[in-house]
């Protein structure tokens, strides 16, 4: 299932998804819980970080099959530093969907007075915060690493031949 699709690698795929929707739910969630307008759309938070994490499965899934697709046996296997700190990754988008689902339990106001609380509202920003930015910090390092894997003898070679 996370093999192939129509002779493509899923991984190179799928991982677009993830470089895009992880980095933008980060601020899209912290957007929502700073805004007071805003918060009653936090739902919408939650889904696009449950997306976020699925893709994240999907990648950390569809990257292990290419791997073992690409690894000879006896060889290092292609890519090793990359799948390595890609396996982390999961649990930042599985820690950013849980964050924003507490946060919108947190800060529901309907049945509420029309404030939150100090205390939530501070927990809240801090928690969406320091997730966001984790999350965006280990997916930049995560593409950084597959960027070059799979592009810098690629780029090295064409550098060569232009000077």
């Known amino acids: 299932m996370f093999d192939l699709i129509n002779g493509l690698p899923v991984h190179a795929l799928v991982v677009h998804a993830v470089v895009v929707l992880l980095p933008l739910m980060s601020v899209v969630t ?4 700073i805004r007071p307008r805003w918060r009653r759309e936090l739902p919408w938070a939650v889904l696009g970080n449950l997306l976020a994490a ?3 499965y999907a990648a950390l899934e569809s990257g292990e099959k290419l791997q073992a697709r690409l690894s000879n046996p006896g060889f290092e296997p292609v890519a090793k530093d990359h799948g390595d700190i890609a396996q982390y990754l999961i649990y930042f988008a599985i820690a ?3 964050v924003s689902l507490v946060v919108w339990l947190l800060l529901r106001t309907r049945d509420e007075a029309p404030r939150t609380s100090a205390p939530k509202l501070v927990t809240s920003i801090v928690l969406t915060l320091a997730v ?5 910090a280990w997916t930049y390092r ?3 690493s597959g960027a070059k894997a799979v592009w810098k003898d690629s780029i090295a070679s064409t550098n060569q031949t232009n000077q």
Not at 30 to 33: L, M, P
Not at 132 to 136: D, E, N, R, T, Y
Request: aromatic fraction near 12%; avoid cysteine; charged fraction near 5%.
């Open 30 to 33: 912290v957007a929502f819980v």
């Open 132 to 136: 966001g930015v984790a999350s965006i």
């Open 96 to 98: 950013q969907f849980v």
């Open 54 to 56: 699925a893709a994240t």
């Open 142 to 144: 995560v593409g950084d």
